[in-house]
């Protein structure tokens, strides 16, 4: 079945700096990717997606690029705020089912 | 706007005891999944189901059912709850029929074993 990796678990950033969260996954079938935005002690919330049939999204200060053919696929903040500290989960999802794998997460933090 | 609601947000229980998890949801989705959430380990799935009295093994069903007799609703069951089942226990629902589409969450609620 799908695995996905994501690094690093922890990363520290100074506010106005970008922030980098890789993933990678093994079922190359693997076609949607979205990433989830969970701040403490709340829901799991999506806040960028990408589908196998391109290779960068951009949405204001978030944007997601995809490698298929390294099977990797990386979150990128720029100008990093407060409100940008959360953990953030990558998934992976086949066509076939809905089932989403998600990794382990990466908790942001952003310093002042 | 999409609403997944948890009947609980924090529920303690005995070890032993059977416990009910119930998930809502209003807007007519296909899909609901059942996930825990521990430090470290990121999302894993215990159950999912695509329709009415339809139900499908995530990664880790050991120690629970499900029960989905209404589109609307989907429960998570542990029949004799045990320490290890300590955790946070989020349920989603995604739109579409068996289209891969976007996860929306309910608030979880923590569930403590003792």
């Known amino acids: 079945g799908e695995n996905v990796e994501q690094h690093p678990s922890t990363l520290s950033v100074q506010e106005g700096d970008s922030a980098v969260i890789k993933c990678t996954y093994s079922d190359s079938a693997s076609n949607y990717f979205p990433w989830y935005k969970q701040e403490l002690g709340k829901r799991p919330q999506l806040i960028i997606d990408i589908r196998s049939n391109v290779g960068e999204k951009k949405d204001q200060r978030i944007a997601v690029t995809l490698n298929k053919t390294a099977k990797h696929f990386s979150l990128h903040i720029t100008e990093t705020q407060p409100e940008d500290s959360a953990v953030y989960f990558c998934a992976a999802s086949l066509n076939r089912d809905d089932k989403i794998i998600f990794g382990k997460g990466t908790r942001l933090h952003i310093l002042p | ?114």
């Open chain 2, 1 to 114: 706007d999409v609403k997944v609601t948890q009947s609980s947000r924090y529920l303690v229980k005995r070890t032993g005891e059977k416990v009910f998890l119930e998930c809502v949801q209003d807007m007519d989705h296909e899909n609901m999944f059942w996930y825990r959430q521990d430090p470290g380990l990121g999302l894993r799935l215990i159950y999912f189901s695509y329709d009415v009295k339809m139900k499908e093994k995530g990664d880790i069903p050991e120690g629970y059912s499900v029960s989905r007799e209404k589109k609307e609703r989907f429960s998570l069951i542990l029949e004799s709850a045990s320490t290890n089942q300590t955790s946070m226990y989020l349920c989603a629902s995604s739109g579409g029929l068996r289209t891969t589409d976007t996860q929306y969450f309910g608030p979880g609620t923590r569930l403590t074993v003792l």
